[in-house]
């Protein structure tokens, strides 16, 4: 009984740190996130301006709800997303920012959900 006690205590221990490391491996400091859903935001409103107010999704116009708070972190790439309505329907749109020579640059943009339903479709990508 002992024996069994003392490894559900070790395989709690050794869970308790790789959640711990998991949620503070990669933070970014708040100015950080902030300069990042700053250049998405450039972005969407660059589009915006191009389109006329419209946010085009291949043959889909839509209308621009927000940017989520949340950013990610995925190896050199940051990721945030946005949702962008077309009537009931919900687009969510997923952002790739990566930073070069210190400034943060949206470098690819994916159709990531369509009402909740995963798609990950790219959307256009930086060459």
């Not at 940017?67 to 919900?90: F, N, P, Q, R």
Request: glycine residues 8%; proline residues 1%.
């Amino acid at each position: 009984m002992q024996k069994g006690r003392m490894i559900r205590q070790g395989m709690l221990f050794v869970l308790s740190v790789a959640l711990l490391f998991s949620c503070t491996a990669g933070k970014m400091s708040a100015e950080e996130t902030s300069k990042i859903q700053g250049a998405m935001k450039e972005y969407v409103d660059a589009k915006l301006l191009q389109d006329g107010n419209v946010y085009k999704i291949e043959d889909i116009n839509g209308t621009f709800d927000y940017l989520h708070e949340g950013v990610k972190k995925s190896g050199d790439m940051y990721i945030s997303c946005a949702d962008v309505k077309v009537g009931t329907t919900v687009y969510d749109i997923d952002y790739y920012v990566t930073k070069e020579k210190g400034t943060y640059t949206v470098t690819k943009e994916v159709l990531h959900k369509i009402n909740k339903e995963k798609v990950d479709r790219p959307l256009w990508e930086k060459k």
